[in-house]
């Protein structure tokens, strides 16, 4: 059910019977010279969507710019600071708490975003608001993506290449694959590290391109292959957190009154 394309009516009739709500979270930020900037926000629609069309629980509009100035010297990023971000969030999760919402699913696509949404839902939780948790599609399937790729790379790399692959694949161009694998880092992730700390801030200081891993591996065939085992992924994880009750959800006292 996808909150945007329905009345207030319709809307009222859900609340009155179901308190779970869906948040897509991305980002728009640069993924190499083969992907496009609206990566991590389409694949986080995407499965939000699928999900609740296949539940019938309740999609929210999307949140399409996260937390992303470590992207920054690569044209067309776009970013919120921190602290704006984490509350902006907090208030439109406040906001679907005064309609009755009181479980939160954060499906997330941008690894700039999970402390900060996971801080959202400790503040949530803490205050009783409401129980809201962080879902990061590609950290529900390590096993997959470790089968199917040599190389996966964290950002930019074949498991994302892939995604968009299956799920908008006229946006890929293909043609740069290896351009995005030669002119990125493919295995070295932490080249940066000195004596176990990590001294750099910007994406291009440890891939000149902005991208890792090797993009050639991606395929539609494996992005549907992730697509279907992270939705799967996604629909168990709502109807257990709709089967919990409101009382073991809620936070336990600090101190026995």
Request: aromatic share 8%.
């Amino acid at each position: 059910m996808y909150l945007p394309h329905h009345t207030w009516e319709e809307l009222e009739a859900y609340i009155s019977s179901e308190s779970l709500a869906v948040v897509p979270v991305g980002s728009t930020e640069q993924h190499g010279p083969h992907l496009p900037e609206g990566t991590d926000y389409l694949i986080a629609e995407a499965l939000a969507r699928e999900a609740t069309d296949r539940t019938g629980y309740l999609c929210t509009s999307p949140v399409r710019i996260g937390v992303s100035p470590h992207h920054r010297q690569f044209p067309g990023t776009m970013w919120v600071d921190a602290p704006v971000f984490r509350d902006y969030v907090e208030n439109f999760s406040r906001n679907l708490t005064d309609h009755g919402i009181d479980r939160i699913v954060y499906v997330n696509a941008h690894g700039g975003n999970v402390d900060h949404l996971r801080e959202v839902g400790r503040r949530l939780h803490e205050d009783g608001t409401a129980f809201a948790i962080e879902w990061m599609w590609d950290e529900s399937i390590p096993q997959l993506i470790e089968e199917v790729f040599e190389t996966p790379g964290p950002h930019g790399g074949p498991k994302e290449t892939a995604m968009i692959m299956h799920i908008a694949s006229e946006l890929v161009r293909e043609d740069r694959l290896e351009d995005a694998r030669d002119g990125g880092t493919v295995f070295d992730y932490e080249a940066e590290l000195v004596h176990g700390a990590r001294t750099y801030y910007d994406a291009i200081e440890n891939s000149p391109n902005g991208v890792f891993g090797d993009q050639t591996d991606a395929t539609s065939e494996i992005g549907e292959r992730l697509f279907e085992a992270a939705t799967d992924q996604l629909v168990s994880l709502l109807e257990w957190l709709d089967a919990r009750s409101v009382e073991t959800l809620r936070p336990r006292p600090h101190v026995d009154s």
